[in-house]
């Protein structure tokens, strides 16, 4: 069974930095496709960040320069650093998981097989 745990989330003020990290059990991490999402209160899932297995990363615009995604294969988790936080940041952060074979884009929501269940980014402005 396919497990995605985040932490990380919390409250901080805007300007302010938080990591999250998204562990993954029950597959083989160092070929899957991993990525970030978010979705604020009314709104719609939307894509912030992932990282290919080969290693090529992608953004959506709003956190170019912000945000970063990396992953350690040897730990089996996905990170996202977060700096110069905004008020429009907030959300429920979900990492997702797509193996390698799934076509589709990373930045589409039903592209990915497994996600995990959330955590909170509360950003005071």
């Known amino acids: 069974q396919v497990q995605l745990v985040e932490s990380g989330g919390g409250m901080v003020q805007a300007g302010g930095s938080l990591r999250l990290s998204c562990a993954v059990s029950?597959?083989?991490?160092?070929?899957?496709?991993m990525g970030w999402f978010r979705q604020a209160p009314g709104k719609e899932r939307e894509f912030v960040a992932a990282?290919?297995?080969?290693?090529?990363?992608y953004y959506t615009d709003s956190v170019k320069g912000r945000f970063t995604i990396s992953r350690d294969n040897a730990k089996n988790t996905v990170y996202l650093q977060m700096n110069s936080l905004r008020a429009e940041d907030t959300a429920v952060y979900y990492c997702?998981?797509?193996?390698?074979?799934?076509?589709?884009?990373?930045?589409?929501?039903?592209?990915?097989?497994?996600w995990g269940q959330g955590t909170q980014v509360t950003v005071s402005s």
């Open positions: 997702a998981a797509a193996p390698m074979t799934r076509g589709g884009q990373l930045t589409t929501a039903r592209t990915y097989d497994y």
């Open positions: 990282a290919r297995w080969t290693g090529s990363v």
């Open positions: 029950g597959r083989t991490f160092s070929t899957s496709n």
